[in-house]
């Protein structure tokens, strides 16, 4: 292994807040994916525990597979509150979004059928389209021109076909364009999946993502998203209509032979969700004004200020590293995002906005940048 991509883990402690412990030092967190300050609130933590405390469903494990003795009452309402939320028939919960994408495409997809793929499309992705052994097409990144001349060379000589793609882009904060998306699915018929693990939370009415910001929306025969990130729980979770949540129940090995996520982190996001969906709601406006503030800041780096993910690109890895430990000094916490994460010569540092974060703290950050002493 070359020794400057060598990953370790980091000797963070705790987080309290938008703040993370390093080493007992207390660090503004840029690298969490909590993005509406929901998983470390303090406050909806105790009122949740004091709610479900003589709750017989709040069990910590589940014990085995939802298929066995490990299904309960916390998933089947999550469930169908998740499918009412989306208007979809049905909803299927997953440990991980890991496992939702692996166990997703690759129950759907066999080997005769053909997939379309975002090139920076997520890994879990990628790991569920190679278990599924399916034919692999990558178009260039949010190029949908090459993906239409990708489907007419190659749809008509398979049955099946799926398009996949993130919504907004975990490593570059950028976004696909659903419309276009479900233009070339419909007239190449295929199914279209989205991945929201990264807008769920963060982008429309009803925080739903960005697949409902558009009113076809109703044309994305699956969606998945991740509960372990802007909705401040774990496992993550995908929509679809009954005949596809049946084949999942059946086919998906990350769901069938995975011991269930324990009730009590379900009821918690049933909690989130319901009884606190008002909070969630204003936290998500803080963020969205925050998205705005950031956007008239300006860094001498590659950067883009799109989402609440905004990468900083500096392009090797010795240089990255030098500057998530410059900026931990700064009282920021940062680290190197590099390959095989991202493309060769593309390292970066992703930093990624809360929603209780001030515009004065995020401004001290971008003076910090901009005063990096190193040359790049």
């Known amino acids: 292994m070359n020794t400057i991509n060598k990953r370790t883990l980091p000797k963070t402690t705790h987080r309290e807040d938008k703040f993370i412990f390093l080493e007992e030092k207390k660090l503004l967190n840029l690298s969490s994916n909590d993005y509406l300050n929901l998983g470390s609130n303090t406050e909806l933590k105790k009122e949740f525990l004091n709610k479900i405390f003589d709750n017989p469903e709040a069990q910590f494990s589940s014990a085995s597979s939802r298929l066995l003795s490990g299904n309960s009452a916390p998933f089947t309402r999550l469930e169908k509150f998740l499918a009412k939320w989306y208007q979809k028939d049905a909803a299927l919960l997953f440990n991980s979004g890991y496992q939702a994408n692996m166990g997703i495409i690759s129950a759907l997809m066999q080997k005769e059928a053909i997939i379309f793929s975002d090139k920076l499309n997520h890994n879990s992705i990628l790991a569920g389209i190679k278990h599924s052994q399916a034919k692999l097409c ?3 990144h949010l190029d949908y021109n090459h993906l239409e001349d990708l489907l007419k ?48 939370g963060v982008f429309g009415e009803k925080a739903q993502g960005l697949s409902y910001l558009h009113k076809n929306n109703e044309q994305i025969d699956i969606i998945m998203a991740s509960l372990g990130k802007a909705l401040g729980s774990a496992g993550a979770f995908c929509v679809a209509n009954q005949v596809i949540i049946d084949i999942l129940i059946n086919k998906a090995q990350t769901f069938i032979f995975s011991t269930a996520i ?38 001498p ?13 500096l392009g090797e890895t010795e240089d990255c590293i030098k500057m998530a430990k410059y900026l931990q000094a700064k009282g920021f916490f940062t680290l190197p995002i590099r390959p095989p994460t991202v493309p060769q010569h593309t390292a970066r540092i992703r930093l990624s906005l809360n929603s209780n974060m001030q515009h004065e703290e995020i401004t001290n950050l971008f003076q910090a940048i901009k005063e990096y002493p190193y040359a790049i």
């Open 153 to 200: 060379k190659n749809r008509q000589n398979h049955k099946q076909a799926l398009i996949v793609s993130e919504s907004i882009f975990s490593m570059d904060g950028d976004f696909a364009n659903i419309e276009a998306l479900i233009f070339l699915k419909e007239k190449y018929s295929c199914l279209l999946m989205i991945d929201e693990a990264h807008a769920i």
């Open 262 to 299: 324990s009730p009590i982190q379900t009821m918690w996001t049933e909690f989130l969700l319901t009884e606190k969906f008002s909070y969630l709601l204003s936290q998500q406006k803080k963020l969205s004004n925050l998205i705005t503030y950031c956007q008239n800041l300006s860094v």
């Open 301 to 313: 780096f590659s950067c883009s200020f799109g989402s609440h993910i905004i990468p900083l690109i």
């Open 138 to 140: 990558r178009y260039k």
